[in-house]
């Protein structure tokens, strides 16, 4: 193996000075010139070698143009600025520069850059001073985009994070937007996970969940829900510097978006909904409690039992993240909400409802009463209607049922299962196509005061018997409810005297047509059914109240032609 220069000079030094040899003896020795002899006795540590001029021909003639642009770029906007790319593609289209590589101009433009901005006072180096945090302090939150398999469908999705200065621990959620009531959600959610609330301040940017204006320097104008929201949890908002100047006063919560993002949800998630998303996060942030950040010693698991004990208490008071809202339903029963429509009560319509927007759902109040219910959507245009609210003018209006939106989004829920279709099958073959849909209309009906595995099993039964109408349905579906009662409720069913063959159909899971048992043989039915003890009413009662009531007899002295005459002026 080939020495070092260092170990060659040392190698040189020693012959010489054990041997005595000569320059040129010394030379042949060790296979070298006689100038490195005469450098290494000068010498034990080797000159420096000469750095090697690299040779570029092609270049030389196009560096002031080169320069000329990067001297331009130190004012222009920073996203309208040359890259080396950009460089080399203007030398070739519009200066007709030939057999120039791109690595070429990316290695001088990658020096050149710096130079031509220091000599213009405006270098590109910054510093930066180490900073230290209070255990408990401060934290920092900061949004971050996430796409996400959703139902089948890639959609953009926002993923807040929220991170303790000290220790590390994040917490994160998505959401479907950055809108304030996710915004406010998120906190909920992170002090919940942490169980407190940094006693001194959380840094943010510039976010319009929380800041209507930007003002001055640090100084911002704040909303007002969001002022109630830091009043009620007891912590300060830091607002860092507008732009790329204030990125890296929050860069702990910056770099740990990134994180997350490649190791948690890379490659893109594919979910069913964004609640299953979230326990995978949340599982994840229990996991990273493992983890070291850097080069710490300890992990972030440690350092926040360190800093658990030092957070102040989560307000006892619930907040009520949601934005207040007051749309109009339309002709449709319909409110429109952040660019999507939700369906209401038909009664509703030309009304002014009142609608808490939440970050994963609206609720829908008339007055103080709840009249609706619906998961957020996460497409603008969209279109998240019920059946049910449309029930009463179906009753009316039975041909709109079978294009209508509603029915399509309750058969892909699984609301309108292949019962439902089935009954409508047989009640339209049975009444017609209006009046079927009718009796349809009210086995839906049912739904709203009986539970819907129960009006399913009802459904069955009745088709099972070929029975078309929604009474049967209705008397099935409380013999279904009626089999998961409790033993108390069993026990008294077991007085009601049944008659045997009605027993024996019910037993068999049979639905009972008495008037189809009267039609074949009326002596039997009439023989079946159980005497009735109790005697047959009276109306005896109410001949006493036609009676006129008896007169008193007048008293000694009193005229009676004159009591008489007055008796009967008054009946």
């Not at 790319?85 to 590589?101: M, N, Q």
């Not at 926040?304 to 029963?333: C, H, M, N, Q, S």
């Not at 952040?338 to 038909?346: E, G, K, L, T």
Request: hydrophobic letters at 45%; one cysteine or more.
């Amino acid at each position: 193996m080939r020495s070092s220069r260092v170990e060659l000079f040392a190698a040189i030094r020693r012959d010489a000075r054990r041997e005595e040899l000569s320059i040129r003896a010394l030379a042949d020795r060790h296979g070298v010139h006689r100038r490195t002899v005469r450098a290494a006795l000068a010498s034990a540590l080797p000159p420096p070698r000469k750095p090697r001029t690299a040779q570029a021909p092609k270049l030389d003639p196009v560096k002031p143009l080169i320069d000329e642009m990067l001297t331009a770029d130190l004012y222009a906007p920073r996203k309208q600025r040359h890259t080396a790319r950009r460089i080399h593609g203007r030398l070739v289209d519009e200066h007709g520069v030939d057999g120039l590589t791109y690595s070429t101009v990316r290695d001088y433009v990658r020096r050149r850059r710096p130079e031509i901005a220091a000599a213009n006072g405006k270098s590109p180096v910054q510093a930066f001073v180490p900073q230290t945090h209070l255990p408990g302090a401060e934290a920092e939150v900061d949004f971050g985009d996430v796409w996400v398999d959703l139902a089948g469908e890639m959609t953009k999705c926002f993923l807040f994070t929220f991170r303790l200065s000290y220790s590390g621990r994040a917490v994160h959620r998505v959401f479907a937007s950055q809108g304030q009531e996710a915004f406010i959600e998120g906190h909920v959610h992170a002090f919940t996970m942490v169980g407190g609330v940094p006693t001194d301040k959380i840094r943010y940017d510039n976010l319009k969940s929380a800041v209507k204006r930007v003002l001055f320097g640090r100084n911002r104008t704040e909303s007002d829900h969001w002022i109630v929201f830091r009043s009620t949890y007891g912590f300060d908002a830091f607002y860092c510097m507008p732009g790329i100047d204030g990125a890296h006063e929050k860069g702990g919560v910056e770099g740990e978006v990134g994180w997350f993002r490649r190791n948690h949800l890379t490659p893109v998630p594919v979910v069913d909904s964004l609640d299953e998303l979230n326990a995978r996060i949340d599982a994840a942030d229990a996991a990273d409690l493992a983890r070291r950040i850097e080069d710490r010693a300890r992990t972030v698991g440690q350092d926040f039992a360190v800093e658990a004990p030092l957070l102040a208490p989560v307000p006892v008071e619930e907040f009520e993240p949601g934005l207040w809202l007051f749309p109009t339903v339309d002709r449709f029963a319909r409110i429109t909400v952040r660019c999507c429509r939700y369906s209401v009560p038909i009664g509703l319509i030309g009304r002014r409802v009142r609608v808490c927007l939440r970050a994963s759902e609206l609720v829908v109040f008339d007055g103080r009463r709840e009249v609706a219910r619906h998961a957020r959507s996460v497409r603008k245009g969209s279109q998240t209607l019920v059946l049910d609210h449309y029930l009463e003018v179906l009753v009316r209006k039975p041909g709109a049922l079978s294009g209508a939106i509603a029915l399509e989004q309750a058969r892909a829920a699984g609301v309108f299962t292949a019962q439902h279709d089935a009954f409508w099958a047989a009640a339209r073959l049975a009444h017609g196509q209006a009046g079927g849909t009718r009796e349809l209309v009210e086995v839906l009906l049912l739904h709203r005061h009986l539970p819907h595995a129960d009006v399913v099993a009802g459904l069955a039964a009745a088709v099972g018997v070929g029975a078309a109408t929604a009474d049967v349905v209705a008397v099935e579906a409380r013999k279904a409810a009626q089999t998961r009662a409790t033993p108390v409720a069993l026990a008294c069913e077991q007085d009601v005297v049944v008659p045997p063959a009605v027993a024996a159909d019910t037993a068999m899971g049979k639905v009972v047509s008495l008037t189809a048992r009267r039609q074949a043989d009326p002596a039997a039915l009439v023989a079946a059914l159980p005497a009735d003890p109790r005697p047959l009413p009276s109306v005896a009662h109410y001949d006493d109240l036609l009676r006129l009531p008896t007169r008193p007899a007048p008293a000694p002295g009193r005229d009676v032609t004159t009591s008489t005459t007055t008796s009967t002026g008054v009946s």
